[in-house]
């Protein structure tokens, strides 16, 4: 099982950034999908998640109304639309699948290897 993040890098508060996290439809086909991220010196958090069907989504409150999660099934690709971005977002994010959406990491099985974001104030 492999799951691929991309899209991270460098921007300025304000701006925006769309992560992609791509693996193979046997992966992603009946598994909820989720977004974490660790900051420098911090425990790894929770983000975003999407369930199987995409029906349902999850946000942390930290960046509810800024970042929306969505999933697109003929590309086996789940997407993290960032905007709005603060020097606070600034973090390696890691996508994940799990049997259903949740928020704790526990839940997930497989993870992808990071893609950093620097938001620059």
């Known amino acids: 099982v492999q799951l691929q993040a991309s899209g991270g890098g460098l921007v300025q508060a304000g701006g925006s950034l769309r992560l992609s996290c791509v693996a193979s439809?046997?992966?992603?086909?009946?598994?909820?999908v989720g977004w974490f991220r660790q900051a420098p010196g911090k425990e790894r958090e929770f983000v975003a998640s999407?369930?199987?069907?995409?029906?349902?989504?999850t946000y942390a409150d930290s960046v509810k109304g800024r970042f929306t999660i969505s999933r697109d099934h003929a590309k086996n690709t789940v997407y993290l639309q960032m905007n709005s971005l603060k020097p606070e977002d600034t973090a390696v994010y890691y996508c994940?699948?799990?049997?259903?959406?949740?928020?704790?990491?526990?839940?997930?099985?497989?993870w992808g290897q990071g893609t950093q974001v620097t938001v620059s104030s």
């Open positions: 439809r046997r992966t992603f086909s009946n598994n909820a």
């Open positions: 999407i369930s199987w069907n995409g029906g349902i989504t």
């Open positions: 994940a699948t799990a049997r259903r959406i949740a928020y704790s990491e526990e839940e997930y099985d497989y």
